[in-house]
């Protein structure tokens, strides 16, 4: 009895499942539609010049691009953007997970973490432009810092919370401790190291765009801050949406690989 | 029934948790091939015995010996859990394979297959443990106990968690995988007086904590099922009698020993 029901239930959800994604996808469809057209209204409300309609953001987007200042723009902005999140990952990672590992280093180090990462890292540009210049090695450092501290507060928090019943059962088979590590720890802190990465995305994006006003203007930055103060509002809001493309991009994506990563807990 | 000659000893075992006493003056013996069922009321240290038994933990007083040598934790020795404990981020076949980290690969692939037949559980080789019922998780638990070819098995109220039916059958299954000529040497922890009488070749009896052992007791060869022998009930009636009577009285009086042949 418990069987049949448990085979039927998985068939609903999956039969629910594909009925349920296109329904999300046509309301969000939907959502997208009413989006524009509360853009449109309140474009044609607005004063001339100090807004644009979705159809002159689009106008100016394609010649933006059609003149290439948008991709070359999109390139330098995503080049210090991905070098920055990377590092961020890489090493935020590698940090949490010692800390985790080796109580005394996480017990002397987690005070100074949570301190800097409470500290608005807009203060350290100044700091940064002295030591770095202006270049790409001076965005990259305020992308790394600004992502690095979820990454490693996340990382270090999944390594304690792993399961000390799992832990007890790995030493009883005699494995070692870097193979509880690899097999036991690391695997059940994956959820926590995807939320870091996701945390750490959102904010190496913005901080991207914080380094290229405040550094050497560049990338998209840059052109939020030239189209800005000449309020070319339309070439301004194209800016806007390539920005919010990009960071939907990156968490959707995040999302995938979080999916594959757990996919075993409701296989 | 002394196959092999493998021995896990206990000599004047003792612990204790800070200033909490655990365990005090443990005696015991199991031989390859024979099973010794635990019982005691909950919290006397079942599992903290275990733990002493496996070299997970170093006792406050006396010694543990696997032949004769102190335990080392995945030498000679397994544990299987009341819950299972298999990693969800694994399928069957890696969980298993887990246990053998030494095996060079063909070997530990066959090992694995092996044990998997052993208990029914070829078909799920590549499942995931979320999708497996508890009857099935504990049979896998056991499966990959038993890969090391351990002389020891170490179970923890291993079947506590199923329905009575999955425990039944569980219970046969055990009763068959180390009857044969190689089959392990058994320290059963239960709640269960029905589970110690029907597996233990011998039983003893927990005090509360701190726990002590206040009775020993051999059962007979029961030929079929335990429940048709004669003796069964008198059995069954006196280990009740002992386990109220150790929670009921002060845990330090002095229970008079038995060997429990009627
Ligand atoms: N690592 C530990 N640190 C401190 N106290 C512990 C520890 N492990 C167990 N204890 C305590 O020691 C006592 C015995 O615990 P143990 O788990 O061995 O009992 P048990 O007989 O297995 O109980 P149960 O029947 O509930 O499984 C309990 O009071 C428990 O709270
Ligand atoms: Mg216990």
């Known amino acids: 009895m418990p069987k049949t029901t448990r085979t039927a239930g998985a068939v609903t959800r999956r039969s629910g499942g594909r009925a349920d994604l296109l329904l999300t996808a046509a309301l969000r469809l939907g959502f997208l539609a009413l989006l524009l057209a509360v853009w449109t209204i309140a474009a044609r409300m607005a004063p001339p010049g100090l807004f644009a309609s979705p159809l002159a953001v689009a106008k100016a987007g394609w010649a933006m691009m059609a003149e290439g200042r948008l991709l070359p723009a999109i390139a330098a902005s995503l080049t210090v953007y991905v070098t920055g999140f990377l590092l961020a990952v890489g090493f935020g990672s590698l940090l949490g997970i010692a800390m985790g590992t080796f109580r005394l280093l996480g017990r002397t180090l987690d005070i100074y973490v949570m301190a800097l990462a409470a500290t608005p890292r807009v203060a350290f540009i100044p700091l940064i432009i002295v030591a770095l210049g202006l270049g790409l090695q001076a965005k990259v450092l305020i992308v790394f810092l600004g992502a690095v501290m979820p990454v490693i507060l996340n990382a270090y928090a999944g390594v304690r919370a792993a399961d000390p019943e ?67 509002m339309a070439e301004y809001l194209a800016v806007v949406v390539v920005l919010a493309l990009i960071g939907a991009i990156v968490t959707e994506a995040l999302r995938l690989m979080e999916k594959r990563l757990l996919r075993w807990r409701d296989a | ?92 076949r890696d969980n298993l394979a887990f246990a053998l980290p030494d095996w060079p690969e063909p070997q530990r692939r066959e090992r694995v297959d092996q044990v998997l037949r052993l208990v029914g559980l070829t078909r799920f080789a590549e499942t995931w443990p979320a999708k497996l019922s508890g009857g099935m998780k504990q049979r896998a638990a056991l499966a990959r106990a038993l890969a090391p070819r351990p002389d020891f098995l170490l179970m923890d109220e291993p079947f506590a968690a199923l329905d009575a039916q999955a425990r039944e059958l569980m219970q046969q299954e055990l009763r068959q995988l180390v009857s044969g000529p190689d089959g392990p040497g058994v320290v059963f922890v239960t709640h269960s007086v029905d589970e110690a009488l029907v597996l233990g070749h011998r039983i003893i009896l927990l005090s509360p904590r701190p726990g002590r052992i206040v009775a020993r007791l051999s059962t007979p060869d029961w030929g079929g099922d335990p429940r048709d022998h004669p003796d069964w009930p008198e059995l069954r009636r006196r280990m009740w009698q002992q386990l109220r009577e150790s929670v009921l009285n002060d845990p330090n009086s002095d229970f008079h020993h038995f060997d429990g042949r009627p």
């Open chain 1, 166 to 232: 799992l832990v007890e059962m790995a030493q009883a088979t005699g494995a070692s401790r870097s193979r509880i590590l690899a097999h036991v720890i690391l695997p059940g802190a994956v959820p926590y190291l995807v939320t870091g990465a996701r945390i750490g995305a959102t904010i190496a994006l913005i901080n991207t765009i914080v380094a290229e006003l405040y550094t050497a203007i560049s990338g998209l930055g840059g052109l939020l801050a030239i189209y800005g103060s000449r309020f070319r």
């Open chain 2, 1 to 92: 029934m002394i196959a092999g000659g493998s021995k896990l000893a206990a000599t004047g075992l003792a612990h204790r948790f800070g200033p909490m006493a655990v365990l005090e003056d443990i005696d015991l013996t199991v031989n390859k091939g024979e099973v010794l069922a635990v019982l005691g009321p909950s919290g006397c240290g079942k599992s903290t015995l275990l733990r002493l038994l496996a070299g997970l933990i170093r006792p406050a007083e006396g010694k543990v010996t696997l032949n004769d040598a102190p335990p080392s934790p995945g030498k000679g020795s397994s544990i299987v859990f009341q819950n299972y404990r298999l990693l969800p981020w694994k399928n069957l």
